[in-house]
């Protein structure tokens, strides 16, 4: 009887449909919460049943830090050869889809998650491997009729690479960063011709690989200078912006990314998780609301807020934290999401889902928890979604019954691989 109740209870699940829902660029909303509050089909109760669905070799190349974007019915992913490639989100009916829709002409190295609005995907690049320059790249998100596309645009950064920093669209503008120090600002239309000058920059005191996240008006952008940036997002009116206030991190942002919640900027440094008031303090420099700190061990990652909790990884595990703090300037954590086995980091961003959290590990996982936690100081994972390939620095886009997520590392290859109830 019990063995009959699972099986009915997974077919029950598997022929439920899912609400059909894009994630139309890294961290989900535009706020980059990570949380996808509409899915109706993977849940604490059904994604234990989750197994492997399919996979391609994007090329046969890696994929580092590059996040799957999801749109109507397409699944977009960039590998570090320098190609963007588009996948029907549904597969190709076997467990190996070599044959992606269309992939782009060559642009040197892709560490970035692609970012669609409009009818357009963009996706920053290190479009020369000798000289580091950069380029924002547009393309049509319906391909161009050809197994291989050319940009409709680039917007040009110069000599400064983008390397983790993600486009961010905000009311006709595309924002990125670069590893030069500076924030851009395109016309989401282009220009025209087919290499764009920025509307307006913004100089930041560090490199970056952060996001940036516009709320309110205000652009926010993380830099490994140690400082959180806030600049208006319409521009100062002049080519170079200077930022409306700046905050102190606790150290360098490495590959985080800023998310509003409630009012509030959420970002991780390498040594710490730091909370701001997102309308400034009126002065220059802001201290922040609250912080957890650890100098012995590394944060990863962006946070993903949702339903009153922060969650982001710590080393080898993601730590919870209540969203509003704890009323003092220091805080710790609520619970941890531990996995079990081989221990690496989560350098991966996690993802909430209907009362899930996932994330990938550099152990070949993909692990799921409960994201309420489980009554507990520390949690084991409820799932484990096994790839090929070890790094899984790549975040989980989390749609329509489907888990979507890179790797990389296995024989210098890559992969996309798609996990959901079969």
Request: charged residues 15%.
């Amino acid at each position: 009887m019990r063995a009959f109740g699972t099986l009915a209870l997974m077919a029950v699940f598997a022929a439920t449909p899912a609400l059909a829902t894009d994630w139309p660029h890294f961290r989900f909303d535009e706020h980059h919460t990570g949380h996808q509050p509409f899915e109706t089909t993977l849940s604490e109760t059904t994604v234990p049943f989750a197994g492997f669905l399919w996979q391609d070799e994007l090329n046969g190349e890696l994929v580092d830090f590059s996040s799957p974007a999801v749109v109507n019915g397409v699944v977009y992913i960039g590998n570090v050869d320098g190609t963007l490639l588009a996948y029907d989100a549904q597969g190709c009916g076997s467990g190996f889809c070599e044959h992606p829709l269309w992939t782009s002409t060559y642009l040197a190295q892709i560490v970035d998650s692609p970012a669609v609005a409009n009818g357009i995907v963009y996706v920053g690049s290190q479009t020369d491997a000798n000289s580091n320059d950069g380029k924002l790249d547009a393309f049509a998100a319906e391909g161009c009729g050809h197994p291989t596309c050319a940009p409709l645009w680039q917007g040009d950064a110069g000599s400064e690479s983008i390397l983790e920093s993600s486009p961010t669209v905000w009311k006709g503008t595309v924002f990125v960063g670069s590893f030069g120090g500076t924030l851009f600002a395109f016309n989401a239309e282009g220009c025209g011709q087919a290499l764009c000058k920025p509307m307006w920059t913004g100089a930041l005191g560090g490199s970056t690989e952060s996001t940036p996240v516009v709320h309110n008006g205000v652009v926010f952008i993380g830099a490994d200078d140690g400082k959180l940036y806030a600049f208006k997002a319409k521009g100062c009116g002049r080519r170079k912006c200077t930022p409306l206030w700046t905050a102190d991190t606790h150290g360098p942002v490495f590959e985080s990314s800023p998310a509003i919640y409630k009012g509030a900027v959420y970002i991780g440094s390498n040594h710490a998780l730091s909370v701001f008031d997102a309308d400034g303090c009126g002065a220059a420099t802001c201290a922040p609301l609250w912080q957890a700190i650890d100098d012995d061990l590394y944060f990863n990652g962006s946070p993903a807020v949702a339903n009153g909790l922060v969650y982001i990884g710590l080393e080898s595990q993601l730590n919870v934290y209540d969203a509003k703090g704890c009323g003092h300037p220091v805080c710790r954590q609520k619970f941890v999401l531990f996995g079990s086995g081989e221990q690496a980091n989560i350098a991966s961003s996690p993802t909430v889902a209907n009362g899930v959290v996932y994330a990938g590990r550099n152990t070949a996982d993909v692990l799921a928890w409960p994201a309420a936690g489980c009554g507990h100081p520390s949690c084991d994972e409820i799932w484990k979604g096994r790839t090929d390939d070890p790094i899984v620095s790549s975040s989980p886009t989390v749609v329509n019954g489907r888990i979507y997520i890179g790797g990389s590392d296995h024989g210098f290859r890559g992969r996309l691989y798609v996990y959901g109830l079969q």
